[in-house]
Nanobody, 125 residues
Framework: QVQLVESGGGLVQPGGSLTLTCAASGVSFSTLAMGWFRQAPGKAREFVGT????????AYGSSVKGRFTISRDNTRNMVILQMSSLEPEDTAVYYCAADRVRRIGLPSEYDFASWGQGTQVTVSS
């Protein structure tokens, strides 16, 4: 099982940018697709984005497409979420997640089995 630790959350003004990092350990990181999710108070968990094991395929949730970029560094066992043009609606706890199985393509948002503890992102003036 993979262990995941997110970092980089904080308070940012509307229109600003923030970068989240997820450090992985425990299994062969480079064989697993990775994803980011978020959950705002009183709302269901929302899919943010995913990147394939090799980093060549990516997909994003509709609410963040064009503003967020997901990437990974398999040499450092890290996945990164770059967020720009942040809006108050982006306020949430952001979670890193690992695919449940090894695959070449992208997982569905229901295929993630390992989760980090989350990092808070607050967008407010």
């Amino acid at each position: 099982q993979v262990q995941l630790v997110e970092s980089g959350g904080g308070l940012v003004q509307p229109g600003g940018s923030l970068t989240l990092t997820c450090a992985a350990s425990g299994v062969s990181f480079s064989t697993l697709a990775m994803g980011w999710f978020r959950q705002a108070p009183g709302k269901a968990r929302e899919f943010v984005g995913t990147v394939s094991s090799r980093g060549d395929l990516k997909a994003y949730g509709s609410s963040v497409k064009g503003r967020f970029t997901i990437s990974r560094d398999n040499t450092r066992n890290m996945v990164i979420l770059q967020m720009s043009s942040l809006e108050p609606e982006d306020t949430a706890v952001y979670y890193c997640a690992a695919d449940r199985v090894r695959r070449i393509g992208l997982p569905s948002e229901y295929d993630f089995a390992s989760w980090g503890q989350g990092t808070q992102v607050t967008v407010s003036s």
